[in-house]
Structure formats: structure tokens, C-alpha cells
């Protein structure tokens, strides 16, 4: 998390390769659906993963999965903040499997910017960073929320377990 709240935008954490491998996965599901569901595919399906583990693992009662999923949630958040924020600006290097990777200037024309695409179309682009910054907020909290959890369980995990009933000794 510290990582992530550093000033460094190029910090990849380990679940980023993952995180782009379902991300393009989610505009091939949904370029069936149009444009505007194909460019949100991406989004959608980077988010929805995690979340399907979370529930997968919370049915389980796998408990300590269940803060993994929140933190690879947040990753996540972190990763779409960044890029949302970048709507207007499109310096970051963009990528695609059918083209690789490209610098922002590029990659004009070549490969879409997803949330260039999605806030020009609801026409609030001018809102990127805003917007970006609520997703960073939310990444926060749902990292926090992950982090905290895991710690609550590992120090419940270590802290010595009462004798129970019938094997007491007598004096």
C-alpha cells in the first residue's frame, strides 16, 4: 500500500500482469456488446474478478482469501485511478496484445484510451482527475480494509487457544 501511495506512478505491484491479462480479456468478452460495452469490458471484468473471489472465498469461509481479494480489489482501484486520470493528459504508455506496448503520444490513433472513450462520451472528461481521485480514495479504503483484516486474522491466529471442558486436571 505504501507503494501505492507513493508519488512513483510506475510502481507495479505483484498482481498487475494478472490484472492486465483480465483486462483485456474483459474488451474480448464484451466487443460483442458494442463499442461503448467493449471499451468498459476492460474495467468491468478487472473489477469483477477480485469480487467473484471475494464472494468465492467468503462462501468458503476461507477468511485470510478473503483480505488477498480485497487487496487484489485495491490493486486494481489503484491501477484504473491512474488511468482515468491520465483521460485527458494520455501520456501513459498504453498497451494491447494486438499491438504491445506504446508511449501516449503513439499510441494516438492506434490504441484507444478506454477512459478518454467512457468520460468523452458521458461528457465529463473534464472530471478525470476528479473522478480519478475517488477511485484512489476508494482504492485506499478497500487496501486498508484488506491489509487490516489479514493482520486482525494472522494476530487471532497467534494468540494462544483456551483449554476447553473435560481435560482439566483435578487437584
Given at each position: 500500500m505504501a507503494r501505492h501511495l507513493g508519488s512513483d506512478e510506475s510502481y507495479r505491484?505483484?498482481?498487475?500482469?494478472?490484472?492486465?491479462?483480465?483486462?483485456?480479456?474483459g474488451?474480448?468478452?464484451?466487443?460483442?456488446?458494442?463499442?461503448?460495452?467493449h471499451t468498459a469490458g476492460g474495467t468491468v471484468t478487472q473489477l469483477a474478478a477480485p469480487l467473484f473471489g471475494l464472494?468465492?472465498?467468503h462462501r468458503q469461509r476461507d477468511w485470510f482469501a478473503v483480505s488477498i481479494a480485497l487487496a487484489w480489489l485495491a490493486t486494481n482501484l489503484f491501477g484504473i485511478a491512474v488511468y482515468m486520470g491520465d483521460a485527458r493528459a494520455r501520456e501513459l504508455p498504453l498497451a494491447s496484445p494486438h499491438t504491445g506496448v506504446m508511449s501516449g503520444g503513439d499510441a494516438r490513433g492506434v490504441i484507444g484510451h478506454d477512459w478518454e472513450?467512457?468520460?468523452?462520451?458521458?461528457?465529463?472528461?473534464?472530471?478525470?482527475?476528479?473522478?480519478?481521485?475517488?477511485?484512489h480514495t476508494a482504492a485506499v479504503?478497500?487496501?486498508?480494509?484488506?491489509?487490516?483484516?489479514?493482520?486482525?486474522?494472522l494476530a487471532h491466529m497467534l494468540?494462544?487457544?483456551?483449554?476447553?471442558?473435560s481435560a482439566r486436571p483435578r487437584n
Open positions: 505491484s505483484l498482481f498487475d500482469s494478472l490484472n492486465f491479462g483480465v483486462h483485456e480479456l474488451h474480448e468478452l464484451f466487443q460483442p456488446l458494442g463499442e461503448w460495452l464472494v468465492m472465498f472513450y467512457l468520460l468523452g462520451h458521458a461528457h465529463v472528461l473534464h472530471l478525470d482527475t476528479v473522478l480519478a481521485g475517488l477511485v479504503v478497500t487496501m486498508a480494509l484488506g491489509l487490516g483484516f489479514g493482520a486482525w486474522l494468540r494462544p487457544r483456551r483449554a476447553t471442558g
